[in-house]
């Protein structure tokens, strides 16, 4: 079963970067590309480097697409569904997010 879980208040993530949280024992990272309420959740853990990471990776946009870089192999991870531009059998997972009365709320 799955259910929405808050995890912070949409202010405490600034525009164009990301944050992670725990989700039970998931690293989850939350990007907020534009200064609206559109959010993408994906996996923080880097699948080539191990490591709670991605959150801190730099947001860019590819072909219509927005990815975000990994900070410690440079890896790209689409947004919207976890998907590793250099290796799709290395993507990560995605999680629906989404906003209510300001709080941001993940679906475990």
Not at 7 to 31: K, M, Q, T
Not at 38 to 57: T, W, Y
Not at 72 to 89: A, N, P, S, V, Y
Not at 99 to 108: F, I, Y
Request: with cysteine; net charge negative.
């Amino acid at each position: 079963m799955s259910q929405w879980i808050p995890l912070c208040p949409l202010n405490d993530i600034l525009p164009g970067s990301g944050v992670c949280g725990l989700i039970g024992e998931h690293h989850v990272a939350v990007f907020r590309p534009h200064a609206d309420e559109q959010l993408f959740a994906i996996s923080n853990i880097d699948p080539f480097a191990q490591a709670s990471v991605l959150s801190r990776g730099l947001i860019a946009e590819h072909q219509g697409d927005l990815w975000v870089a990994s900070p410690l192999k440079k890896q790209h991870f689409r947004l919207h569904d976890g998907l590793c531009m250099e290796d799709e059998t290395r993507s990560v997972t995605h999680y629906d997010v989404r906003v209510r009365d300001g709080m941001v709320h993940v679906k475990a």
